[in-house]
C-alpha cells in the first residue's frame, strides 16, 4: 500500500501530465486506496459512514506545493523551448522552400535566395572577391577579350557589377545569402579564369605559349592538374546532381563541340542533352540544341567524333547516337559486362559502362563477373563497337570514384575527402605497366559524376554534383638526348674514328 504523502502528490500532479478523463479515472483508484487506509462504521439503517484521516502537516504540504509550483514552471519552459523548436523548424523549412525557389531560379539564369545571415568575415571575403572579379573583367575588356568576343565579356560584367550590388544591398540588412552568394562567387569567377585560360591559349594573344598540339602525345606522362574552374551550373538545375558533360574528346584542332548531359534526379535515367558550338553560346547559354534521348543508363557517357555512347537502359549494351540527327545508328552488346548497378564506382550509382575517348581512340571501362569486379579496360572501333583489345587491371572497380583515360593510359582516382580526390593509380595500355601516383585534385563539391577528358584542349571535364567544372592537365616533359653523328664514310665504308693525341689537330 502507497503512503497517503505519495498519494496525495499523485493527486497534485494529474492536471499536469494526464488528460481529463483519464484524471477522473486514476483520482477515484487513489480515493480507494485512500478510504482502505482507515476502518468503517455501520449506523442502525445500514448506511456506511468513513471517516478518512488526511495528515495534518504543513511541512508536507508545504512541500506539495512547491513541487507542484516547480513543475508548473518545468512545464512552461517546456512550452517554451517546444515554441522555439517549432520556430526553428519552421525557419528550417523556409530555407528549404528558398533552396528550392533558388533551384529554380538557376534554371531560368537568374539565381537568388536568402538564408539566415553570416559571419562578418566571410561577407567581407565574398566582396574582395568580387572587387577582384570586377578588376579582372575590366583588364579583360581593355585587352581586347578572346577573338573579339567582347559582348560576352559585356554581359559577364554586367553581371559581376550586379552581384556586387546585391551584395552591398545585403550587407545593409539582416538577411545575407552564403550559400546562393557564394555558388554566385563560385561561378562567376569560375567564367572569368576560363576567359582567362582561353585568352591565354589564343594564338593571337600576346600571352600564349608553347601549347602541344591537339592529338600529341609527346609527354612523360600525367604530371598535376589545376584548380577546378567553375563554369555554371547544369541548365536542369540544383535536382540533377548526377550527368556528364565535355567537348568532342576526339584529337581535332577545328572541334568545338560542347555537350551537356544531366541525369533525372534519381541518378540514372539519361533523357535529355544540349549541344553547343562555341564556348561563347556555352556561356550565355544560347543557341543550344535540346534532343531527347531516353534510353540511356548512368552517367558513362562521352561524345567522339560526333557521336555519342553510352550504355543502353537496363542491359550491358553499348549504344551510338549521330548527334546530327539524334538517331540511335548501332547498339551492340559488351562481351562479358555486368550491369544493373552490379560493380559501379563509390558513391556513383548506374555507371556500368563508362566510355571515355582519347588520342588513341575509343574506349569502354568496365567491369566483369571473371574479373571478380575489377576494372577492365577495352579499346573499340568506334565505327562497329568491337572489342579490338582488352587489358585487365589490379583495381577494384567499386573502390574507385571514377577514371579518365589520356594518351591510352588509365588514370583512376579515389576520395579523399569532400573537396579533395587523389589521381592514384595509373595504368598503361602501350606497355601493361601499373604505376602508383599520388597527384592532388580540387573539387567544389563532394561528387564527381561523369568525368571526361579531351584531348583537343588537354583539359578534364567533371560533372560535380550539377556543377560544370574542368581543369587543366600538365604533363611531364620528354627529354631529347642529341642524336649521335655517324662517323665518316671513306669510299662507301664505314671505319672507326682514328684515336687523336691531346695537342694534335686532325686534318681531312
Known amino acids: 500500500m502507497q503512503p497517503v504523502s505519495a498519494l496525495l502528490a499523485t493527486l497534485l500532479l494529474l492536471p499536469l501530465v494526464l488528460p481529463g478523463e483519464l484524471q477522473i479515472s486514476v483520482r477515484m483508484a487513489i480515493l480507494i486506496q485512500l478510504v482502505r487506509t482507515v476502518s468503517n462504521l455501520v449506523n442502525e439503517s445500514g448506511i456506511c459512514q468513513c471517516v478518512v484521516h488526511l495528515p495534518n502537516n504543513s511541512i508536507?504540504?508545504?512541500?506539495?506545493?512547491?513541487?507542484?509550483?516547480?513543475?508548473?514552471?518545468?512545464?512552461?519552459?517546456?512550452?517554451?523551448?517546444?515554441?522555439?523548436?517549432?520556430?526553428?523548424?519552421?525557419?528550417?523549412?523556409?530555407?528549404?522552400?528558398?533552396?528550392?525557389?533558388?533551384?529554380?531560379?538557376?534554371?531560368?539564369?537568374?539565381?537568388?535566395?536568402?538564408?539566415?545571415?553570416?559571419?562578418?568575415?566571410?561577407?567581407?571575403?565574398?566582396?574582395?572577391?568580387?572587387?577582384?572579379?570586377?578588376?579582372?573583367?575590366?583588364?579583360?575588356?581593355?585587352?581586347?577579350?578572346?577573338?573579339?568576343?567582347?559582348?560576352?565579356?559585356?554581359?559577364?560584367?554586367?553581371?559581376?557589377?550586379?552581384?556586387?550590388?546585391?551584395?552591398?544591398?545585403?550587407?545593409?540588412?539582416?538577411?545575407?545569402?552564403?550559400?546562393?552568394?557564394?555558388?554566385?562567387?563560385?561561378?562567376?569567377?569560375?567564367?572569368?579564369?576560363?576567359?582567362?585560360?582561353?585568352?591565354?591559349?589564343?594564338?593571337?594573344?600576346?600571352?600564349?605559349?608553347?601549347?602541344?598540339?591537339?592529338?600529341?602525345?609527346?609527354?612523360?606522362?600525367?604530371?598535376?592538374?589545376?584548380?577546378?574552374?567553375?563554369?555554371?551550373?547544369?541548365?536542369?538545375?540544383?535536382?540533377?546532381?548526377?550527368?556528364?558533360?565535355?567537348?568532342?574528346?576526339?584529337?581535332?584542332?577545328?572541334?568545338?563541340?560542347?555537350?551537356?548531359?544531366?541525369?533525372?534526379?534519381?541518378?540514372?535515367?539519361?533523357?535529355?542533352?544540349?549541344?553547343?558550338?562555341?564556348?561563347?553560346?556555352?556561356?550565355?547559354?544560347?543557341?543550344?540544341?535540346?534532343?531527347?534521348?531516353?534510353?540511356?543508363?548512368?552517367?558513362?557517357?562521352?561524345?567522339?567524333?560526333?557521336?555519342?555512347?553510352?550504355?543502353?537502359?537496363?542491359?550491358?549494351?553499348?549504344?551510338?547516337?549521330?548527334?546530327?540527327?539524334?538517331?540511335?545508328?548501332?547498339?551492340?552488346?559488351?562481351?562479358?559486362?555486368?550491369?544493373?548497378?552490379?560493380?559501379?564506382?563509390?558513391?556513383?550509382?548506374?555507371?556500368?559502362?563508362?566510355?571515355?575517348?582519347?588520342?588513341?581512340?575509343?574506349w569502354v571501362l568496365y567491369a566483369t563477373e571473371q574479373s571478380k569486379g575489377n576494372l577492365v579496360v577495352s579499346l573499340l572501333n568506334a565505327s562497329t563497337l568491337e572489342v579490338e583489345e582488352t587489358w585487365h587491371t589490379s583495381q577494384y572497380k567499386p573502390g574507385l570514384s571514377g577514371p579518365f583515360m589520356a594518351c591510352g593510359v588509365l588514370y583512376a582516382l579515389r576520395s579523399l575527402s569532400t573537396r579533395q580526390e587523389e589521381i592514384f593509380y595509373a595504368f598503361d595500355t602501350s606497355t601493361g605497366k601499373e604505376t602508383h601516383l599520388s597527384i592532388l585534385l580540387d573539387k567544389m563539391l563532394e561528387t564527381l559524376h561523369g568525368i571526361n577528358y579531351c584531348s583537343s584542349d588537354h583539359k578534364l571535364y567533371a560533372y560535380n554534383d550539377g556543377f560544370l567544372v574542368n581543369h587543366d592537365l600538365t604533363f611531364s616533359t620528354l627529354e631529347h638526348k642529341p642524336p649521335r653523328l655517324p662517323a665518316p664514310r671513306r669510299s662507301g665504308v664505314l671505319s672507326p674514328p682514328k684515336p687523336v693525341k691531346p695537342n694534335e689537330h686532325s686534318r681531312p
Open 60 to 362: 508536507l504540504l508545504q512541500q506539495l506545493e512547491k513541487l507542484q509550483s516547480t513543475v508548473q514552471e518545468l512545464f512552461g519552459k517546456y512550452e517554451q523551448e517546444r515554441s522555439r523548436a517549432s520556430e526553428y523548424v519552421q525557419a528550417i523549412d523556409d530555407n528549404s522552400n528558398q533552396a528550392l525557389e533558388m533551384g529554380s531560379m538557376s534554371e531560368s539564369r537568374n539565381p537568388r535566395a536568402f538564408v539566415p545571415s553570416f559571419e562578418t568575415s566571410a561577407f567581407n571575403l565574398l566582396s574582395l572577391e568580387f572587387e577582384r572579379m570586377q578588376e579582372l573583367a575590366t583588364q579583360l575588356m581593355a585587352e581586347g577579350g578572346v577573338n573579339g568576343s567582347t559582348d560576352l565579356l559585356h554581359q559577364l560584367q554586367e553581371q559581376v557589377t550586379y552581384a556586387s550590388l546585391t551584395l552591398r544591398l545585403l550587407g545593409d540588412t539582416e538577411w545575407r545569402s552564403s550559400g546562393a552568394l557564394q555558388w554566385e562567387v563560385d561561378v562567376l569567377k569560375g567564367r572569368l579564369r576560363a576567359w582567362e585560360r582561353e585568352r591565354e591559349h589564343d594564338p593571337a594573344s600576346r600571352y600564349s605559349g608553347a601549347h602541344r598540339p591537339p592529338g600529341s602525345c609527346a609527354h612523360g606522362g600525367l604530371q598535376k592538374v589545376s584548380s577546378p574552374l567553375v563554369l555554371q551550373l547544369n541548365w536542369r538545375g540544383l535536382f540533377y546532381k548526377a550527368g556528364a558533360w565535355g567537348r568532342d574528346s576526339a584529337p581535332s584542332s577545328t572541334s568545338s563541340l560542347y555537350w551537356v548531359a544531366p541525369l533525372r534526379p534519381d541518378g540514372r535515367n539519361f533523357d535529355y542533352y544540349w549541344l553547343q558550338k562555341s564556348f561563347d553560346d556555352l556561356m550565355l547559354l544560347k543557341n543550344y540544341e535540346e534532343w531527347k534521348m531516353g534510353y540511356g543508363d548512368g552517367s558513362g557517357n562521352t561524345v567522339y567524333k560526333n557521336f555519342m555512347y553510352f550504355n543502353y537502359y537496363g542491359t550491358s549494351d553499348m549504344a551510338k547516337v549521330d548527334l546530327s540527327s539524334n538517331t540511335l545508328v548501332l547498339r551492340r552488346p559488351l562481351p562479358g559486362a555486368t550491369h544493373g548497378n552490379r560493380f559501379s564506382y563509390a558513391g556513383v550509382s548506374w555507371k556500368d559502362l563508362d566510355f571515355a575517348g582519347d588520342e588513341k581512340g575509343l
